[in-house]
């Protein structure tokens, strides 16, 4: 049974208000400038000129770069073609370019091109790690009709990889749940998050987690929204829940810190492309309208 495809316009992910015709066969003729999405390893092409950051535009990708090791039409935004490209380890940026972490660009870019570069990169790396089947080896080609490659051999059909994860903000009155990690920059926090296991469903995932990392059990669990996250392939699906019990007591591996923040005063927060950002400024919001 074939995957559904998205021939019609969709709003693009990180909550702009563009519109995004994904696409599988690039055009014949490329008379027009379309946009590229290079990628040398996790780093993206951009152009610089002065403070202004932007992602290459040109009519084919010899005049930005040597022969990429592949390419991949990727759809339309706003009336121009976009595509993906994988560049050789030692590729030298072109003048007046330079490469830049796909996350460094959060507050570069607008929400639509910082999007597209998360599906370009996604989807680039997805070709890129299955050139051959996983079941018997043979090379795989890429078919035509749907986002998908098959295997020569024994014609096992392989789709993008998407790795589902739970996000939750737990309320307490007017309090928020926050927590840090290690790896995030001094003072900030954020909800908590981790990886959907085999078998579980999201409602379970956002239970175990909650425990796991923070010792504390929830209720009144209710969908806040979702948003795809190229770090490598996920998409985040973010839940609010009231606090029902229970001591934080951080686990020490994922979690370094936690506590509980008044929706006044909030530590730093993630970056307002994150749909964590997000949930807990809408949350945090409805808190602060409450009665004290």
């Known amino acids: 049974m074939s995957r559904p495809r998205s021939p019609e ?27 590229w999405f290079a990628f040398r390893g996790n780093e993206i092409l951009t152009i610089h000129n002065g403070d202004a950051i932007r992602i290459p535009a040109a009519v084919d990708s010899c005049e930005l770069c040597a022969q990429p090791l592949r390419e991949l039409y990727i759809g339309c935004y706003d009336h121009t073609h976009c595509f993906a490209l994988e560049l050789p380890e030692n590729a030298k940026p072109p003048s007046g370019a330079a490469f830049r972490g796909l996350r460094s660009l959060f507050d570069d870019l607008d929400d639509a091109l910082v999007g597209l570069a998360g599906r370009a990169f996604e989807l680039i790396e997805w070709d890129r790690t299955h050139q051959f089947c996983g079941s018997c080896g043979a090379p795989m080609t890429t078919r035509r009709d749907e986002r998908a490659r098959i295997c020569s051999g024994c014609g096992r059909v392989a789709y993008p990889v998407v790795s589902p994860a739970m996000m939750v903000l737990i309320t307490r009155g007017r309090e928020l749940l926050l927590a840090r990690k290690a790896s995030f920059p001094p003072n ?21 987690e909650t425990r796991e990392e923070v010792g504390v059990e929830i209720d009144h669990l209710r969908y806040f929204g979702s948003q795809p996250w190229p770090f490598p392939h996920s998409l985040m699906v973010a839940f609010v829940a009231e606090y029902a019990g229970g001591e934080i007591r951080p686990d020490g591996v994922e979690i370094e810190a936690a506590q509980w923040f008044d929706a006044d005063h909030l530590p730093q927060l993630p970056p307002r492309i994150s749909i964590s950002r997000r949930l807990i400024d809408t949350v945090a919001a409805e808190l ?4 004290a």
């Open 288 to 291: 602060r309208r409450r009665p």
């Open 9 to 35: 316009p969709i709003a693009l992910p990180f909550g702009t208000p563009g519109l995004f015709v994904p696409g599988l066969v690039a055009p014949a003729a490329r008379e027009q400038s379309a946009w």
């Open 188 to 208: 900030r926090y954020s909800a908590l998050a981790g990886f959907v296991e085999p078998g579980e469903t999201l409602e379970n995932t956002v239970i175990r």
